[in-house]
């Protein structure tokens, strides 16, 4: 079975200081991971995603990840945070196959304080 | 960018009446999915359907639960006797063969009374 684990359920940071937003993951066969991002009353927005090319992926908005087999791990992190990173962000892992669902992680809120 | 577009933004019904939500997926997709998220719980999945037919559902998509994709474009879930439980963003995703990701649209938030 496939899931993600996601180390934190909320996090602040400062405005202008870094991000990151842990997430490890199980994994049976080789994974695809991706980050989506919902705003308040929002729908969820893809973030990035990895599906087995380069180890460090580049997101919108600043954000990136990178994808450590030997510790199956996913973190997201973004250099400089801003005000409008403030969401729910989700990590979320999949394997590719005919019709493969996609299995979310718990969350993690991103305050942002000035 | 193509978007998958979800009706309506909300519905209100009440308990025991059957809802119908509506998604339009990217029309060159062939997988489509129904995902829900209770208030304040991680999203779940409920559906996925390829080719015309359920290829997976999780346990929470019981008989009450179905979908269609009556004219080729359109995808729909229906829940034919609504439950209080029932309430929650309703999401639809799609994607290609290629496999470069899901698109989801906005969401239905269904609030049952």
């Known amino acids: 079975a496939q899931s993600v684990t996601q180390l934190d359920s909320h996090v602040s940071v400062s405005e202008g200081t870094p991000v990151l937003l842990r997430c490890n993951y199980s994994?049976?066969?080789?994974?695809?991971l991706f980050w989506y991002v919902q705003h308040p009353n929002k729908g969820l927005q893809l973030l990035l995603k990895y599906t087995s090319a380069a180890t460090l992926v580049k997101g919108i908005n600043g954000f990136e990840a990178e994808f450590k087999k030997s510790e199956t791990s996913f973190h997201l992190t973004k250099p400089s945070a801003h005000m409008s990173d403030a969401a729910e962000y989700f990590c979320?892992?999949?394997?590719?196959?005919?019709?493969?669902?996609?299995?979310f992680g718990t969350g993690t809120r991103l305050q942002v304080t000035l | 960018e193509p978007e998958v577009t979800q009706t309506p933004s909300h519905q209100v019904t009440q308990m025991g009446q059957e809802v119908i939500l509506r998604c339009v997926p990217i029309s060159n997709h062939l997988y489509f999915y129904w995902y829900r998220q209770i208030l304040g719980q991680k999203v779940e999945f409920l559906v996925s359907f390829y080719n015309n037919e359920i290829s997976e559902k999780s346990e929470i998509f019981d008989d009450q639960f179905s979908v269609e994709r009556p004219d080729g474009s359109n995808f729909t879930l229906k829940i034919r006797s609504t439950k209080l439980e029932d309430s929650a963003m309703y999401f639809c995703?799609?994607?290609?063969?290629?496999?470069?990701?899901?698109?989801f649209g906005s969401g239905t938030r269904l609030t049952v009374v």
């Open positions: 995703a799609s994607r290609d063969r290629g496999w470069y990701g899901y698109t």
């Open positions: 979320v892992v999949t394997y590719t196959g005919t019709a493969s669902k996609l299995t």
């Open positions: 994994s049976s066969y080789s994974p695809s």
